[in-house]
């Protein structure tokens, strides 16, 4: 008999379109409809701050979740350019672009999110700009082929990308920072140092402590006002300081909402009906005995696949470790795992940390809360049970963690 179901996606990027690839993957053969309102078919982000804005066009094809061809193959009905303005859980309808009602029987949300911006004079300025979709990342390369002088506020994820990406055009970069160090907050001092030097070896100036005052120019930026009162020189200010998930449609719904979707760790909303996955969802975690909203690739990626499963009624327990990447220059990284400031009481290297070849732990109490790698590959799974055990109370001894002659994988014994 024929499946009269309809599944439905809002949110067509990484996480949306891997939860309609899994739905065809595990035989599902209703409708399912993903729904976007960007202009162009589900990409990956990543490279847009990375090697796409350095200006390789591979890149940009590579970025794309599915060929275009695939959507039709597989029945999968790709609404792009499309808002959903209103959801109504009781109804069981979503509104799109605020007109055309649509009937579900599993609706999820995949909204992820948007930057923040930075509310000071002259934000408007042409030659102020943010990095979150393929078009954004368009115009900032065609703006980056010509820059002389580029300031980034923010040494988050994105600020530090992009500062890489505005020297490899050969730009003046400046990255102003309200911290006293790059990444402060995500990796702690004895880390975030490795990044300000590997940055400042590649020529980029930083000032810490101090954020903008405004930006100027006539209509288009021309320099940038610290509140230390320093003016830089400027023809792009790129800013990355932040995202926030998008949560409007939920709230919209009465779903249960806080800094994200609430979702259990089967990836369900407060209504029974209703999935969350990617950016925008804040999950019970299941071992790490706190919610948490990633922000990462991974996550979208996983948490899309998991969340096909569960609108088919799977059993699924999103349980993985928390884990992101970047690239910088010739530093490339993967960080597994959760240690907030304060939560690790050292942090234990193994490796050349002067050659940026090395494996950093946050620990505590002896257990390994997270590891980074940085150009040391391949060690991201045994990293992972370091962490798990970790968080199961399991310590390590700490000179063999740190030593590079013992396996990662003995350290359990
Ligand atoms: C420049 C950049 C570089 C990155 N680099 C890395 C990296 O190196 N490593 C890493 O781990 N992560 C990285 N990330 C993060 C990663 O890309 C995100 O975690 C991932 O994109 C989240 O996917 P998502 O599907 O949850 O949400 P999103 O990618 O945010 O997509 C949500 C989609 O939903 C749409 N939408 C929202 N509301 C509605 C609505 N009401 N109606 C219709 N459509 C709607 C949005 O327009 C959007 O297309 C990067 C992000 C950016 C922007």
Known sequence: MADERTFVIVGASLAGAKAAETLRAEGFTGAVLLIGEETERPYERPPLSKAYLQGSEEAREKAFVHPASWYDENNVDLRLATRVTHLDPVAHTVTLDGVDPVRYDKLLLTTGSRVRTLPVPGAELTGVRYLRTVDESDALLAHLRIASNVVVVGAGWIGLETAAAARKHGATVTVVEQASLPLQRVLGDEVATVFADLHRANGVDFRFGTSVSSFDGDGTLSSVTLTDGTVLPADIAIVGVGIQPNTELAVDGGLEVDNGILVDAGLRTSDPDIYAAGDVVN???????????????????????????????????????????????????????????????????????????????????????????ANVWDVTDDIQQLVRAGYAGRPVDLARLADPDVPLGDLLG
């Open 283 to 373: 999950l019970e975690h299941p071992w790490l005995g706190r919610r948490i909203r990633v922000e990462h690739w991974a996550n979208a990626l996983n948490g899309g696949k998991a969340a096909g499963k569960a609108l088919l009624g799977e059993p699924v327990v999103f349980d993985r470790v928390p884990y992101f990447f970047s690239d910088q220059y010739d530093l490339g990284m993967e960080y597994s795992g959760f240690a907030e400031p304060g939560g690790y009481d050292r942090v234990v290297f193994r490796g050349d940390v002067a050659a940026r070849e090395f494996i950093a732990f946050w620990v505590k109490d002896g257990r390994v809360l997270a590891g980074m790698n």
